[in-house]
């Protein structure tokens, strides 16, 4: 299957855009996932993809081909929806068997290809049952398998896992990602979970009332977000977020708050020279706060401030720890530990140390990423 590509996409219901211009293409094998809080339109451009929406501007192009007037049935597209929408006439089996059905395949071939899909998904136990005696976890993968079985060009999966519990979502994460290495075509994943769309995606594309902010592989989400929205909403524990004030001094430029004082790296200071005497925001991942003794890098009086820690909450490599600084109007952070914390640390006053070549810096009034220029 070729590429799909969408251009300048826009939806608009009523006087309300649900998708305001949005372009992307889709490589051959490309697993992208559209990430966003709720209602930044992510359903809503499935829909366009699959033919079920009519888009009221802009091109859905399948490789090559325009398929805005084509209709739903010949676009050969797979979709999982979101309220997993099964027949609940029809037997777990004739459920997953209805695409197939639908293209007249051989009755062979259906049984071999729903028990495969139904074995993948763990309910091939189920077969003969119908959906009221399922689960909401079983029915989502009656749904998953139904889109399974089709040799589709393109496969759409409308949050598919938000029913399941955590094991489960594993494990029906990682079979998607197996069904996907085996078919090889394109496919589009919806969820507003930051971390599935981390593990899953080759591109991550991050939505946010009907736009794309950013689209890119996770690792340049995460390490260049181009603006205040992505460097959030990518990360567990969110970035820590601060204002302060650029400072021009005999050594350099300096970020100072209330609660800190820190001497910026040259390459950073260099592009933070005309926001000197200005008000910023700075974000640094909680990964980025380091213990000194154990910091990566040379810590000195230029990198570090003070913090006291208010709950430690231990992880299976070490801690997150949730902090305050100590000024008057204490403001809340978060640290990421490699390393354990006895709670007897709870109250206690910590210096920590900055890795400031990782810090992010924002515009004050666009939110926009000022590294990122
Ligand atoms: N048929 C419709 N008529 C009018 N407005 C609609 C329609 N469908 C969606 N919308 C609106 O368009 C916007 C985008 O909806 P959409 O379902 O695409 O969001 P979403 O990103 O999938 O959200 P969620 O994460 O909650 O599923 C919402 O504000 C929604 O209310
Ligand atoms: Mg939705």
């Given at each position: 299957?070729?590429?799909?590509?969408?251009?300048?996409?826009?939806?608009?219901?009523?006087?309300?855009?649900?998708?305001?211009d949005i372009s992307f293409d889709l490589g051959e094998h490309e697993f992208l996932v559209l990430v966003g809080p709720s209602g930044c339109g992510k359903t809503t451009t499935l829909r366009m993809l699959a033919g079920l929406e009519q888009a009221s501007g802009g091109e859905i192009y399948f490789g090559g081909r325009r398929v805005n007037d084509i209709r739903p049935s010949d676009r050969n597209v797979a979709m999982v929806f979101q309220d997993y929408a099964v027949f609940p006439h029809l037997t777990v089996f004739e459920n997953i068997a209805y695409g197939l059905r639908a293209r007249r395949a051989q009755s062979?071939?259906?049984?071999?290809?729903?028990?495969?899909?139904?074995?993948?998904?763990?309910?091939?136990?189920?077969?003969?049952?119908?959906?009221?005696?399922?689960?909401?976890?079983?029915r989502q993968r009656v749904a998953l398998s139904r889109a399974?079985?089709?040799d589709a060009d393109l496969y759409l999966y409308d949050e598919p896992l938000a029913n399941l519990d955590a094991q489960l979502r594993h494990q029906a994460r990682e079979d998607i990602m197996a069904l996907h290495h085996e078919k090889q075509s394109p496919s589009v994943y919806v969820t507003h979970d930051q971390?599935?769309?981390?593990?899953?995606?080759?591109?991550?594309?991050?939505?946010?009332?009907?736009?794309?902010?950013?689209?890119?592989?996770?690792?340049?989400?995460?390490?260049?977000?181009?603006?205040?929205?992505?460097?959030?909403?990518?990360?567990?524990?969110?970035?820590?977020?601060?204002?302060?004030?650029?400072?021009?001094?005999?050594?350099?430029?300096?970020?100072?708050?209330?609660?800190?004082?820190?001497?910026?790296?040259?390459?950073?200071?260099?592009?933070?020279?005309?926001?000197?005497?200005?008000?910023v925001k700075m974000g640094i991942r909680p990964e980025d706060l380091h213990v000194p003794r154990l910091a990566p890098f040379e810590v000195t009086e230029n990198?570090?401030?003070?913090?006291?820690?208010?709950?430690?909450?231990?992880?299976?490599t070490g801690a997150s720890v949730?902090?305050?600084?100590?000024?008057?109007?204490?403001?809340?952070?978060?640290?990421?530990?490699r390393t354990r914390i006895p709670s007897t640390y709870?109250?206690?006053?910590?210096?920590?140390?900055?890795?400031?070549?990782?810090?992010?810096?924002?515009?004050?009034?666009?939110?926009?990423?000022?590294?990122?220029?």
């Open positions: 299957m070729a590429n799909i590509r969408v251009s300048h996409l826009v939806k608009q219901f009523a006087e309300k855009a649900a998708v305001n062979k071939l259906i049984k071999e290809r729903v028990v495969k899909a139904a074995t993948a998904f763990r309910i091939d136990h189920l077969l003969y049952r119908k959906p009221r005696q399922l689960s909401g976890g079983e399974m079985v089709r971390s599935e769309a981390m593990a899953m995606g080759d591109r991550i594309a991050v939505m946010r009332a009907g736009k794309i902010e950013q689209i890119g592989t996770g690792a340049q989400l995460y390490e260049r977000p181009t603006n205040l929205f992505v460097a959030y909403f990518i990360g567990t524990p969110s970035i820590n977020l601060f204002d302060v004030v650029v400072e021009r001094a005999p050594e350099g430029l300096r970020v100072r708050n209330a609660a800190f004082d820190l001497l910026l790296p040259p390459e950073t200071a260099h592009r933070l020279e005309k926001y000197a005497g200005k008000p990198n570090q401030f003070q913090g006291v820690i208010n709950v430690i909450e231990p992880s299976s949730y902090l305050s600084t100590l000024e008057e109007k204490a403001q809340d952070f978060t640290a990421t530990f709870i109250g206690r006053e910590i210096p920590l140390a900055v890795h400031l070549q990782k810090a992010h810096f924002f515009d004050a009034e666009t939110e926009q990423s000022i590294l990122a220029e």
